[in-house]
């Protein structure tokens, strides 16, 4: 997208491409107790068996529905607006924002450490990809050269730019990873098509894919850099990448790490430049949820979520969409239909897999992602985040 519209568009998994383990929702009455333990401060709990995952999934998941549990906010210290996000762990959380501001918390949002890359303030970091508490990769977006990738082994201490772009037509907006070696971030289409950067060290270099797999791009066609999920991955080769802006929204898939698509239409808000999908999140390789709508403040966003059961072979409108535009998505884990998605003007959840959605919070939000521990995180303007757990 234009530099106007990445740096003003509202508000979203990292995607982290992590199969999760999955579990029936039920709508029973929360046990306050075994809530807390789930959802409380400390140390995160030891790897638990599958039923045990999954019945804390369903007591989450039924606390969201039933009011019994919210975000709460976390003092960052900064007034930055963080738009990159990834969830370790409930102790363990990454922000990536404006001003190239990064801050680290191991400690469950009590104290956020800043280790912002020394001499990035006047870049605009937009998506941050954690290999837990002290590896991460770091993208700030922008045209031409303000497009560039940062890694770090030691938890912020030190800081390697190891891309930058030097294409003036390129605007990289997300970025995602398979694993710990295999990755991709995406920029707005040059000549005619999306680019594609790829790794296969962990960010310590990149390469751009061959274009001749990607499908034209439509005119006036971009992604959003609102909430880091553009572009997600779940498993070792698939990968989807969100657009918005032309006469159609749709949702591009590479089954192949990026090097051939198939685009799809998704019936979200489409036909202006502030229009189309958003976030992305899949819990599998077929069933994903699409966000999105008109970003501009007091715009009206109907029909602005959607499901697929195919890998995004197709989408289907939300029986009951989210109310107004939303940035940012992600699914519970251990759960089979439970996922959260945020936006300026606040938060809803869905028990049946996105098919229908409720608002459970009106705070703001641009970006929301949940670790395996059940650790969801969720991050926004004026320096705000803010961790899921049981309401006092």
């Known amino acids: 997208m234009t530099a106007d519209r990445s740096t003003t568009a509202e508000g979203p998994a990292t995607a982290q491409g992590n199969v999760r383990r999955t579990g029936r929702v039920l709508p029973a009455v929360v046990c306050a107790a075994a809530l807390a333990a789930t959802l409380g401060a400390g140390p995160a709990r030891a790897a638990q068996d599958p039923d045990a995952e999954r019945q804390s999934g369903q ?30 762990s409930r102790d363990t959380a990454w922000l990536a924002g404006s001003g190239g501001t990064v801050l680290l918390t191991r400690d469950g949002g009590r104290a956020w450490r800043d280790v912002s890359p020394p001499g990035a303030g006047e870049l605009e970091f937009r998506d941050v990809q954690a290999f837990g508490a002290r590896g991460a990769v770091v993208l700030a977006i922008g ?56 790794t296969a060290d962990g960010g310590r270099s990149w390469r751009v894919l061959p274009a001749d797999g990607m499908p034209p791009a439509l005119a006036g066609e971009a992604n959003f850099a609102a909430s880091g999920q553009c572009l997600v991955s779940n498993g070792s080769r698939d990968v989807w990448l969100a657009t918005g802006g032309a006469g159609k929204a749709r949702v591009l898939h590479s089954a192949d790490r990026g090097r051939h698509w198939t685009a799809t239409d998704a019936p979200l808000p489409a036909s202006a430049p502030e229009r189309g999908v958003f976030g992305l999140a899949f819990r599998d390789t077929r069933h994903g949820l699409a966000v999105g709508g008109d970003f501009r403040p007091g715009e009206r966003s109907p ?90």
Do not use: I, M
């Open 143 to 198: 045209p031409g050269e303000e497009s560039r990738v940062f890694r770090t082994e030691d938890a912020g201490a030190s800081w390697t730019e190891t891309f930058r772009n030097d294409t003036p037509e390129a605007f990289y907006n997300c970025l995602t990873f398979f694993d710990r070696d295999n990755g991709l971030a995406v920029s707005d289409p040059v000549d005619g098509r999306f680019r594609v950067l790829s």
């Open 59 to 88: 007591r989450t998941a039924a606390a969201l529905h039933r009011g019994g549990a919210g975000w709460s906010l976390k003092d960052t210290g900064s007034d930055a607006r963080f738009r990159g996000l990834d969830a370790v």
């Open 303 to 392: 029909h602005a979520s959607a499901v697929t059961r195919d890998g995004g072979g197709a989408w289907t409108e939300s029986s009951r969409p989210v109310p107004e535009y939303r940035s940012g998505v992600a699914w519970l884990p251990h759960t089979r239909s439970a996922a959260l998605a945020v936006g300026p003007t606040g938060t809803d959840v869905t028990l049946d897999g996105g098919r229908a959605w409720r608002t459970v919070d009106g705070g703001s939000y641009d970006t929301v992602d949940c670790a395996p521990d059940l650790g969801c995180w969720a991050a926004g303007e004026n320096g705000r985040a803010a961790r899921l757990q049981l309401h006092p």
